[in-house]
Structures are given as structure tokens and as C-alpha cells.
């Protein structure tokens, strides 16, 4: 292999891993916040769920941050595309990440407006939520490009069967990772409510993966010939089984463990349909944007490499010691 | 409405609101730091209640900051496609290292001086504390890296009308970098020292928590005392390097319409760029040369010497120029006078001085906003100086009417949040040190 297309390829692991990680990470807070409502009943219980994603959403949310500035660097021709493209769909998750971030420090002090602040939060972690996947799923079964690799279409564009459907199945596998972190880190009425509500989320997870694949057949049928698409399914159904055993055994560790490895199968299934496209074109795959005409140069590639290779290893070190700082069962101290 | 012009100023609200925070982050990190040292050192209560204060205020500064922080890292995609396309070969690569080796330190631990405090040992609050301090000042050093590459480019080669990576060393300390990098800091710690001081001279003045406030106000101005004094330094060679690398910059600064030898210091004036006059003029003769060259009559150049679409507008990088170096003069003044004081130990009893160190709380976010809008309105018509212009690098996809909505949807949240901000901040002073958090 080619020094750079060794460097293409390691960068669209490497952005792959970035934004997976986001997604298991912030996933169970955007999760959690989505289903707040669901969650808690009053202000206690509350603070019991806001309590449990406090010391972390910063850190998670880092993942996004880092893997946004990893696409613009390694591809800047796909970066450029998919967010001047999709202006009005990326203000809308900017507006909703604003409140998302400053909601529950808002709640917490601002006491008269409680009600305002926990549906921001609400909100601000349901809209992400949603039209992550919707983008995700434009990118996959593609949008319309000009030579000039710009977006010639509309937001309506975006709103599409496919991306749709990949839309709610990224809102409900976000859902399955609230539902199950929520149940692993409290306990008591919060426990009792992620318990009562965990199957309907569960069984709404499978409904979407259905509703995707019925897409897929219709608008990608090509991508079904992929064994490694097949694979990922495989494992990322497996694990959807083995999250409610491990719930209804109260498993709660594993249970969530094994929705995070459902959505990384998902994960596996975009890895392998995009693989070596980065935002399909529609109609035309001569105008697809590629990992090989998107990239930056050789030597970007390798010092940014070299960045990720020593830094990535150091932060994931660091993050998996804070979690076991607040491992156990959110406390509240009055 | 032009495209370009809105998202100019679109930009220029996010990143103008997002600026109030990191700068205080800087200065409040700084002190927690210095705070949980002399806890570490000497164990006693009230080092430890001090600092779980000033953490509850970070706690919601540091929100905010993020909140604003990724709209404008997304910006660069969504408001200027062709920047990215054209030097994100370049720009790209300092934001990425900024979030794996900065941004993920400083956010990592700050749940740890958040939450952390009784689960983890002494020693290792401390250096939690650390390195929320480190993380916050590395980030700043990634993004006044990507923003000094803008101002003085360099280890870039043009291939294919795009900028291309060369030597890396030489783009991260390009000519600018570490002159900058240091003023912002001194900026930040500035920033921060003086608004603790505030919130210290408040109590003192109202005569609460006595032992608490004393101790945040000595740490706080000794900081600042240095923090000023030094800004003036390198407030000085930031100028140098100015005149030296943009030249047209400096000429807008200064309103030197023609290219002079000896040229005046200008202390005041009214610039008229359509007729290249500038009104009311109070200048010292020869200053400019002397500070840029050392040499009173060493030739500086004026705007003549630039093509009408390559010389910055003169009025706003003008006025924002001079007002900031009359607050950083302030700043130095009211540096001598706190260490006066403190030596005199009046600091925290003279009601004068209280009462002034409340009113200067928001006065280094003028000097903050000031020097940025000096900075990046004196580099027009450039987004990256003499590389390319920033009406060729907005998104070519995006109408006018769309960033005129999100323009105005930024605007009312960004107020909104302000408007919040302030409220929560007074309340939480109001509530004062000692007060109970929720959480582990």
C-alpha cells in the first residue's frame, strides 16, 4: 500500500473511532436526557439523573469536538461539504448543544425556572439525538453534489426515507444507551423507572434496525452484498439479545455494556457501507467524496497521526480513570 | 444582504461572546491552582472552602465556554467552506491537536475538581487541579497557534490554489505565535485575577466572610500586580511584531496614512478614511519609530504604500487599537497602586479601592474584545494574510438568508445566556463560600 493511502485509510479508522467513541460516550447523557421525563418525576429525581451524567457529559462531548477538528484536518473537502451542505440541519444541533450545555447548570441554580431549563435539556438532547443519523444517513445513500464537490440540494433534500430511517435508529440506539447507563448508576424510584420503561426502548431499537433494513433494501440494495455489513449486524443484534437477558437478570454493568456494543456494531455497519466514501454523490459515483480526493496532504496526515498515536492513548487512559473515580451508584449529598 | 458580511458578523458574535469565557477560565484556574497548593501545603479548612467556591463559578463559566466554543470550531464548516477547503491542510491540524491534547485534559478533570473531592486522595485533587489549569492554557495555545497562522502564515507551500503543509514546526511557531500567546494569557490572568478581586472586594465592602475574601483578594492581585505590569511588556513587543510582519495592520493602527520616517506615536484622533485625514490628531512626534525600530528616525510605512483592496479599514482597528492599550495603561496603574496597598495592607479596607476594584471587573473584557477586534479587522481584506481574502473564503452553498436567520437566532440565545449567566453568577456570590453543592 501507498504511504498515503495507508495515511487516508488510518485517518477514517482513526475519525471512525472518534465519533464512535462520542457516540457510546455522550450517547448515554444525550440518551438520558432525552428521556428525562420518563426518568423523573420531580426535582430530586432530577438531580439524581443529572447527578449521574454531571462529572462526565464535558469530557464526552470532547469526542465530538476532537472528531469534528480530525474530519476538517484529514478530510477538509468533506468537512466543507457536509456542514455548509446541511447549514440550516447543523444550526439546529448547534442552537440544541447550546441549551443541551448550560440547561443543567441553569436548572441547578436558576430555582423559579426549572421547568424552562429541564426542556431545554430535554430538547437540546433529543434534537442531536435525532438528526445525527439523519446526517449520517444522507452521507451513506448520498446527497446531490456538483464537480465542484458542493451540495446542490435543500434542506428538504435531507429529509429523505433513508436518512429518516436512520434517523430514528440512531435516536433509539442513543435511547437504549440512556435507558441501561441510567439503570447501572442509580438506584431506587430513577432504577425502578429506567427498569419500567427499558423494554419499550428496547423493543423500539430493533423496530428501527427493521424499518433501516427495509430502507437499505429499497434505496441501497448494493450495500447488502458487504459480508462485513452482515457481520456487524450480527454482532450488534447479538448484543441487542444479550442487553434485555443481562437487564432482566439485573446484569444492569453488562446490559449496558452490551447496548454499547450493539451501537458499535452499527457503527461497523457504517464503516463498512462508506469504506473508501466519505459522502456519496448522488446518482453520479464518479462525483462521490472519497477519502482519496478529500484528504489533506501526506504530511498533515502523518503529524497528525503522530498527535492522535501518543495523545489518544493518554486521554482514553485518563477518561477510564475518572470513570472508575465515580464509579458505583450516583449519591446525592445534601 | 452580502453573504460575506453577515458571516463576518456572525462570526464576530461568536466569537466575541465565547471570548468572555475562556480568558476568566485562565485567571480562575490559575488561582484554584495557587489556592489548592497552599491547601495541599498547610491542610487548613479554609484554603479547601475557597476553593470549592471559586470551582461552583468555574463550573458555570466553563459551561458556557463550551456551549459557545463548538459553534465556532463548526463555523469553519458551515460558514466558511472555502477557508476549510483552501487552508484546512493547515488549519485543521491545530484544532485536532487541541482537542486530544488540551481540551480532553482540562474537560476530563474539571468533572474531578467538580464532583471529586471526596473520592479522591489530597495529592490527587491537587493534580486534578493541575491539570485543569495545564488543559485550559494548552487549549489556548492550539487556537492562538491556528489564529497566528492566519496572521502571519508560514511552512506552507500554494499547490493548486490550496496551502499545503511543509514544515510543520514553522506553521505551529510562526512569527507570531509565541508573542501572542503570551499576550493572551497575561490577558486572560488579568481577566480572572481581576474579577475574583471584585467578587472579594464586594464581600469586603459589605463586610462578610472576612478571613475568606482577604486571602482571594492577596492571591488575586498579586497575580494581576505581575499580570499587568508584564502585559505592558509584551503588549509592547505584540506591537513590534506588528509593524514588522503587517505592516498595513500597524499603519491602520496608528492612522500613518503616508509612509514616514520618524514617525508620531498617535495618542488620540479621529481617522477619515475617504479623505485620508484624521481629525483632532495628539501624537508624539517620533515615538513610532523609535518604539518599532529604536531609531527616532527610522521609516515606517504608511497605507499608501498598500493597494486600495489590500489595505484594512482605518477607524475600527484604530479606535479598538487604542482603546485596549488605554485600558492595558489603566491596568498598569492600578497595578502599582494594589501593590501600594497591599504593602500599606489598606487593600481590604480603603473603600475607594474596593469600590474600584468592582468597577474594573468587565474592564479587561473590553481590553479582551478590543485587541481581538484590532487583530482581526486590521488582517482585512485577508482571512489568511496575503494568502487568501475572506470574501473568497465563505461557503459558496449558503444564501444570505440563512445566515442572516441563524445571525439572529445566535444573537437572542447568546443574550439569553448572558442575561442567565449574570443572574446565576450574582447568586452564587451572593450565597457566598461555605455554601453547600449538590453532587457525589
Excluded at chain 1, 183 to 201: E, L, P
Aim: with cysteine; aromatic share 14%; hydrophobic share 55%.
Amino acid at each position: 500500500m501507498e504511504t498515503l493511502t495507508f495515511l487516508q485509510t488510518s485517518w477514517f479508522a482513526l475519525i471512525g473511532a472518534l465519533l464512535a467513541g462520542y457516540a457510546l460516550l455522550d450517547g448515554f447523557d444525550l440518551g438520558a436526557g432525552s428521556l428525562l421525563p420518563f426518568l423523573a418525576a420531580d426535582d430530586e429525581e432530577k438531580l439524581v439523573v443529572f447527578n449521574s451524567i454531571w462529572p462526565f457529559w464535558d469530557g464526552n462531548e470532547v469526542w465530538l469536538v476532537t472528531g469534528g477538528a480530525a474530519l476538517f484536518a484529514a478530510f477538509p473537502h468533506a468537512y466543507a461539504t457536509v456542514f455548509s451542505g446541511f447549514y440550516l440541519a447543523f444550526m439546529l444541533v448547534l442552537f440544541a448543544l447550546i441549551f443541551r450545555a448550560v440547561s443543567m447548570e441553569f436548572w441547578y441554580y436558576d430555582e423559579k425556572r426549572r421547568g424552562l431549563w429541564s426542556a431545554a435539556f430535554v430538547a437540546g438532547s433529543l434534537l442531536p439525538s435525532l438528526l445525527y443519523g439523519v446526517a449520517l444517513g444522507n452521507v451513506m445513500v448520498g446527497i446531490p453534489l456538483a464537480e465542484s464537490m458542493e451540495f446542490t440540494g435543500n434542506f428538504f433534500t435531507l429529509l429523505r426515507p433513508y436518512p429518516l430511517a436512520i434517523g430514528l435508529l440512531g435516536l433509539f440506539a442513543i435511547l437504549l444507551q440512556g435507558v441501561t447507563y441510567i439503570a447501572m448508576k442509580t438506584d431506587g424510584a430513577v432504577q425502578n423507572r429506567a427498569r419500567s420503561i427499558f423494554g419499550r426502548v428496547w423493543g423500539l431499537f430493533i423496530a428501527a434496525m427493521a424499518l433501516s433494513f427495509a430502507a437499505t433494501i429499497v434505496y441501497m440494495p448494493e450495500s447488502l452484498s458487504n459480508p462485513l455489513v452482515w457481520i456487524s449486524a450480527a454482532v450488534s443484534i447479538a448484543a441487542w439479545l444479550l442487553c434485555r437477558l443481562f437487564a432482566s437478570g439485573g446484569k444492569t454493568g453488562l446490559s449496558f455494556a452490551m447496548s454499547s456494543l450493539a451501537l458499535l456494531g452499527l457503527w461497523g455497519i457504517v464503516g463498512a457501507t462508506q469504506f473508501p466514501n466519505l459522502v456519496r454523490a448522488t446518482g453520479n459515483a464518479s462525483l462521490n467524496i472519497t477519502l482519496y480526493n478529500a484528504s489533506s496532504s501526506e504530511k498533515t496526515l502523518w503529524v497528525m497521526l503522530y498527535i492522535a498515536l501518543i495523545g489518544m492513548p493518554i486521554v482514553i487512559f485518563y477518561t477510564f480513570y475518572v470513570y472508575r473515580i465515580f464509579r458505583g451508584k450516583v449519591m446525592i449529598t445534601k | 444582504m452580502d453573504v460575506v458580511l453577515l458571516s463576518r458578523i456572525q462570526f464576530a458574535v461568536a466569537a466575541g461572546f465565547h471570548f468572555i469565557f475562556p480568558p476568566l477560565t485562565l485567571g480562575i484556574t490559575l488561582v484554584i491552582l495557587v489556592i489548592e497548593t497552599l491547601f495541599l501545603k498547610s491542610g487548613e479548612e479554609i484554603y479547601k472552602t475557597i476553593s470549592a467556591f471559586l470551582i461552583k463559578i468555574l463550573g458555570l463559566i466553563f459551561a458556557l465556554g463550551v456551549a459557545t466554543g463548538i459553534v465556532l470550531e463548526f463555523s469553519f464548516g458551515t460558514n466558511w467552506a472555502q477557508y476549510s477547503r483552501l487552508v484546512g491542510d493547515i488549519f485543521g491540524a491545530p484544532l485536532a491537536a487541541e482537542g486530544i491534547l488540551a481540551f480532553f485534559l482540562e474537560s476530563v478533570f474539571l468533572g474531578v475538581l467538580l464532583f471529586g473531592r471526596n473520592r479522591v486522595s489530597r495529592r490527587m485533587y491537587w493534580v486534578s487541579a493541575f491539570l485543569v489549569f495545564l488543559g485550559s492554557h494548552l487549549s489556548g495555545f492550539w487556537i492562538i497557534i491556528a489564529n497566528s497562522w492566519m496572521q502571519t502564515p508560514a511552512g506552507f507551500a500554494i499547490e493548486g490554489g490550496r496551502a499545503v503543509l511543509t514544515d510543520f514546526n514553522a506553521a505551529v511557531f510562526n512569527p507570531s505565535t509565541v508573542i501572542r500567546f503570551l499576550h493572551t494569557m497575561l490577558a486572560g490572568w488579568i481577566t480572572g485575577t481581576l474579577f475574583l478581586a471584585g467578587i472579594a472586594a464586594w464581600y469586603l465592602l459589605n463586610k462578610r466572610h472576612e478571613a475568606m475574601p482577604k486571602i482571594i483578594m492577596k492571591i488575586s492581585l498579586i497575580i494581576f500586580i505581575f499580570s499587568a505590569l508584564a502585559q505592558f511588556a509584551s503588549g509592547h513587543s505584540s506591537s513590534v511584531q506588528v509593524a514588522k510582519t503587517q505592516p498595513e495592520k500597524m499603519a491602520a493602527f496608528e492612522a500613518l496614512w503616508k509612509t514616514t520616517e520618524g514617525a508620531p506615536l498617535s495618542l488620540f484622533g479621529i481617522p477619515v478614511e475617504s479623505e485620508r485625514k484624521t481629525y483632532l490628531e495628539v501624537s508624539i512626534p517620533k515615538l513610532l519609530s523609535l518604539l518599532v525600530h529604536f531609531d527616532p528616525n527610522a521609516k515606517i510605512m504608511g497605507l499608501d504604500e498598500f493597494g486600495p483592496d489590500e489595505r484594512p479599514p482605518v477607524l475600527l482597528p484604530f479606535m479598538s487599537y487604542h482603546v485596549m492599550i488605554a485600558l492595558g495603561s489603566l491596568f498598569a496603574l492600578l497595578a502599582v497602586l494594589s501593590a501600594f496597598m497591599l504593602i500599606r495592607q489598606t487593600a481590604y479596607a480603603s473603600k475607594w479601592f474596593l469600590v474600584s476594584m468592582i468597577a474594573a471587573i468587565s474592564l479587561p473584557h473590553l481590553a479582551n474584545e478590543f485587541g481581538w477586534i484590532s487583530a482581526e479587522v486590521g488582517r482585512q481584506p485577508w482571512a489568511v494574510y496575503r494568502v487568501l481574502k475572506t470574501a473568497d473564503a465563505v461557503s459558496v452553498v449558503v444564501p444570505a438568508w440563512q445566515v442572516l436567520f441563524s445571525l439572529i437566532m445566535f444573537s437572542m440565545i447568546y443574550l439569553l445566556l448572558f442575561t442567565v449567566f449574570v443572574a446565576i453568577l450574582l447568586k452564587i456570590v451572593k450565597k457566598g463560600p461555605g455554601a453547600k453543592a449538590g453532587g457525589y
